[in-house]
């Protein structure tokens, strides 16, 4: 890969962990609220009395479960970061050819080819 690709893939992972960062941090902080007061911080301290007990829980369900899949997220992001400083990002961790642009530009953080995704994802690897 070119090194203003790999620059590129670095600012647009680096950009995104940001993202993903601050998400889960004021996800993270609505979940250790509600376990502390079994309460969601709404902002507007007079509606809390409106909404019901269910729709509270389900909101701190659906909060729990976008803070695991940022988790991972970010670990994936992470990952690619580090495999840019060592200079494997790009090569596929199966068959070690270079993963092509395109799909490294819709999944910067994609360790597979496109081949070796779907026969992981066949369970034929
Ligand atoms: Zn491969």
Partial sequence: MRKTELTRFRKLLQEEKDRVTSSLAKHEKIIKHTDDQ??????????????????DEFQYET???????????LYNIEEALVRIEDGSYGKCIECNKAIGIPRLKRLPYTRMCIECKEKDEAGTL
């Fill in 63 to 73: 909060t729990i479960k976008t803070a695991n899949t940022e988790g991972r997220y």
């Fill in 38 to 55: 079994s309460g969601l911080e709404t902002g507007k301290a007079h509606s809390n009395h409106m909404a019901d007990q269910g729709s």
